[in-house]
């Protein structure tokens, strides 16, 4: 009887998919569980029109925000397995905040991966009157001053914290986390010399290279930066740490028929493929990815791996 039931609700998640898709009347539903402006919510709007032309159908884009991005996902996890509706978001939602609040139920294995759309890595700063112009001198002056080094993050849990506590290990420093409630404020105080280092990425902070308010040391990606060729990789310092900043991905509904989430995913990686797509992205130090549902489940994988590990390893909890 169970395998009964299991077999007849995969027919009718299939049927349901099936009419969806050849109704293209249907619009499918981008769900961003952060802020519109944002990074994630910009690249969801210049993919959105780009999708619906290559799909046949409407693509709109909906913000659902709170708890750290689990509102929007706990939605998107709740909606009907059709093709319909998606969830477009960063690691936190997907691999860290099942570490940080125990409770809410879900992580990244509980939704149909679709695929991985691009990458923004971090660059690390210190502000010009902070008497370092180089990653190795930075190192060397945390290790000299064990405890007094600060370094500002969005918050506790975000890229930006995690990246300097794996450092931090790897380093064998002891640079001081100063949490912020969000970039906007933590910047604001690297600016003002309230803390003196950060890692952000490169949209908000261009003004103030070019400027000379903010020296950028090291670069979070395992390749240089052509917008910084100067400004070398950590992993050239520290080949164990694993390279992080911002990357986006679509996720579906659970028992989400594959051919619904490779459908989307080929779609996708078409999209962006366009040039016009290419050079928006880049402007935003945005590099496109796109994979199969498949990579995408991988790559996840190993995210909460490394970032688990850093978490439970310097006893990170949200207060």
Known sequence: MKI???FVGVALSFAAFTAAAQDTGHPIRIVVPFPAGATLDNTARRLAPLLSRQLGQPVIVENRVGAAGNVGAQHVMRSEPDGLTLLYTAPATLVVNKHLYPKIGFD???FAPVSLVATSPFVLF???????????????????NPGRLSYGSMGVGTASHLLLAALNGEAGTDI?????????PALNALLGSQVDSMTTGLTSTMEHIKAGKLIPLAIT????????PDVPSMNEFYPKLEPTG????????????????????????TVLKDE?????????DVKPVGSTPAELAEFMDKQARVWGEVIVSNNITVQ
């Open 4 to 6: 009964l039931t299991f």
């Open 176 to 184: 001081l986390h100063v949490p912020f409630l969000g970039a906007a």
């Open 276 to 284: 016009t797509l290419k050079a928006d992205l880049a402007r935003i």
């Open 108 to 110: 990244h294995t509980s």
């Open 246 to 269: 911002n990357w986006f991905a679509f996720l579906a509904p659970p028992n989400t028929p594959a051919a619904a989430t490779e459908r989307f995913a080929r779609a996708l990686q």
């Open 221 to 228: 990606s395992r390749e240089r930066n052509p917008v910084l």
């Open 126 to 144: 210190v502000p010009a009157s902070f008497p370092v112009r180089t990653f190795q001198q930075y190192i060397d002056y945390a290790k000299k």
